[in-house]
């Protein structure tokens, strides 16, 4: 079990944009198994590789269904709308507004690098957004209607 730093906003790395992952080496099955061991421990739904300061199209998610791994991921298709709070682990104790669409289907690879297809709604479908933006160097707090609020720990995505 290993545990990175996560990245705070003001980091150059969060605005970058990652690479695709060609494929699966045992460095980014390393990265991955870290990753999830971070969002576990941070106590957040979904963590992006930029958030550990790494440029690598992967993300993995666990909104309490178990984990999802999603590397080069794409959303092919969105639907509806939701407006609700969301936070960031590289954005601590804060939250705000936020809206996204109520579903989408993403298209990507697992870790064996097989395509695979996930669709999400509500919370599921928030989280792959979020994620899937901080891939493009995007963060939630350029979305936030109003202002960010205080949470108290452990209630930031
Ligand atoms: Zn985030």
Do not use: F, W
Request: proline content about 4%; charged content about 35%.
């Amino acid at each position: 079990m290993a545990i990175r730093k996560v990245r705070e906003l003001g980091d150059e790395v969060l605005r970058k944009r990652c690479k695709e992952v060609p494929k699966m080496t045992i460095r980014n099955k390393i990265l991955i198994n870290d990753m999830l061991d971070t969002m576990y421990e941070e106590g957040g739904v979904g963590l992006a590789a930029p958030q550990v300061g790494i440029l690598k199209q992967i993300v993995v998610i666990d909104i309490g269904d178990g984990p999802i791994v999603l590397i080069n991921p794409k959303i092919v298709e969105e639907s509806g709308e939701q407006t609700g709070d969301e936070g960031c682990l590289s954005v601590p104790g804060k939250a705000g507004t936020v809206t996204r669409p109520y579903y989408v289907k993403v298209r990507a690879q697992n870790e064996d690098m097989e395509e695979i297809e996930i669709e999400g709604e509500e919370l599921l479908a928030r989280a792959i957004c979020h994620e899937v933006d901080h891939l493009e160097g995007r963060m939630y707090v350029e979305l936030v209607e109003g202002e960010l609020h205080d949470v108290e720990y452990g209630e930031e995505e």
